[in-house]
C-alpha cells in the first residue's frame, strides 16, 4: 500500500535551517510529481512546493521562493524540503503529498 513518511521537523530559531524528508512507498515514485504542503494553526493546508518526476521543474509559494528547496532521489524514493532562513510564520505542520495520498506530518516551529 502507499506509504509517505515525513521526518525532519523540529524547533529552530528564526534564520534558522532544517531539511525534511519523505519517504515513499507502494507505487513508482520516479514517475509522479511530488508536493510539501503546509498547515498553520487555524489556517488552511496549502502547497508549498512540487517537483515533476524528473527533478528538472519545481514550483513553490511566492513566500518561500529563495528560501526553499524541493528536491528529490529517485534512487530512494525520498523527497526533501530544504528550508533556509526560516521565519516564525513557517510554523506548520508540513505534509508530503502524492495523489490522494498525504503523511501524517512533520512539525516544524519556527521561534525564539
Known amino acids: 500500500q502507499v506509504q509517505l513518511v515525513e521526518s525532519g521537523g523540529g524547533l529552530v530559531q528564526p534564520g534558522g535551517s532544517l531539511r525534511l524528508s519523505c519517504a515513499a512507498s507502494g507505487f513508482t515514485f520516479r514517475t509522479y510529481t511530488m508536493s510539501w504542503y503546509r498547515q498553520a494553526p487555524d489556517k488552511e493546508r496549502e502547497l508549498v512546493a512540487s517537483i515533476r518526476p524528473a527533478g528538472g521543474n519545481t514550483n513553490y509559494v511566492d513566500s518561500v521562493k529563495g528560501r526553499f528547496t524541493i528536491s528529490r532521489d529517485n534512487t530512494k524514493n525520498t523527497v526533501y524540503l530544504q528550508m533556509n532562513s526560516l521565519k516564525p510564520e513557517d510554523t506548520a505542520v508540513y505534509y508530503c503529498?502524492?495523489?490522494?495520498?498525504w503523511g501524517r506530518g512533520t512539525q516544524v516551529t519556527v521561534s525564539s
Open positions: 503529498h502524492w495523489s490522494s495520498y
